[in-house]
């Protein structure tokens, strides 16, 4: 590869890495201003998170097209390829984390029908744990560090956690008071879709590991290698 070219492709990438840290920061503030406007009961703050989703799809494409040149104009081989197939990954996982903090706005709005209750604390933890997860990974991808995608990984368990804690919390009150049914439930939903950011990160910093070391870690595949030595 001549220089001249070759300086051209990873300007193109610097670029590419530069539109996914955009897409990475609007996916968690959408994400963190979701919670809020449902710990606010802030009806046009949700709204706003849901007009809002039209810049993460647009990132989304921006990203596509820009791998599908680098495809087309340099065709990467080795580590540069797996770098770029895995931005499209991750540009998808990020698109998903917005319909995500959608989701969570939908919410928001749903409980204005209802009478306050208590916000669970669990709920501040997971949008916190989930968020944290997700600058993480992609901060390890975009350093190429194998072991902060692994300490990302590692993290999920604690939501996984707090949504089952959240989940029996909220039942044992919908059990004592009935007519907070409708509101738990919703809240119910929020933290599925807390859970669910989370497990995206978690796949983003897969992606890492998988890139930098040449290891699959999806559904502990290294643990069952380990095991069968």
């Given at each position: 590869m001549n220089?001249?070219?070759?300086r051209h492709f990873h300007d193109e990438l610097g670029r590419l890495k530069d539109r996914l840290l955009d897409m990475s920061a609007q996916a968690e503030e959408s994400l963190h201003r979701s919670v809020q406007a449902l710990l606010d009961r802030d009806a046009a703050a949700a709204a706003q998170i849901v007009a809002d989703d039209r810049l993460i799809d647009a990132l989304e494409i921006e990203i596509e097209e820009a791998v599908t040149n680098?495809?087309?104009?340099?065709?990467?081989?080795?580590?540069?390829?797996?770098l770029i197939l895995s931005a499209l990954k991750i540009a998808n996982d990020l698109e998903r984390v917005g319909d995500h903090a959608v989701n969570i706005a939908q919410s928001a709005e749903h409980l204005l029908a209802y009478r306050a209750i208590t916000p669970v604390p669990e709920l501040v933890e997971m949008a916190r744990i989930a968020r944290e997860m997700l600058a993480e990974s992609l901060n390890a991808f975009i350093r190429g560090d194998a072991s902060l995608g692994r300490a990302v990984c590692a993290r999920d368990d604690q939501v996984d956690a707090l949504n089952d804690s959240m989940f029996r919390i909220l039942l044992t009150h919908m059990a004592e008071d009935p007519h907070i049914i409708g509101a738990a439930m919703e809240l119910v939903l929020v933290s599925r879709n807390l859970e669910r950011v989370?497990?995206?990160a978690?796949?983003?910093?897969?992606?890492?590991?998988?890139?930098?070391e040449g290891k699959t870690i999806k559904h502990h595949a290294e643990d069952k290698v380990r095991s069968e030595k």
């Open positions: 220089a001249q070219p070759h680098l495809l087309a104009l340099h065709q990467p081989v080795a580590r540069d390829l797996r989370a497990d995206l978690t796949n983003i910093a897969e992606d890492v590991v998988f890139l930098v």
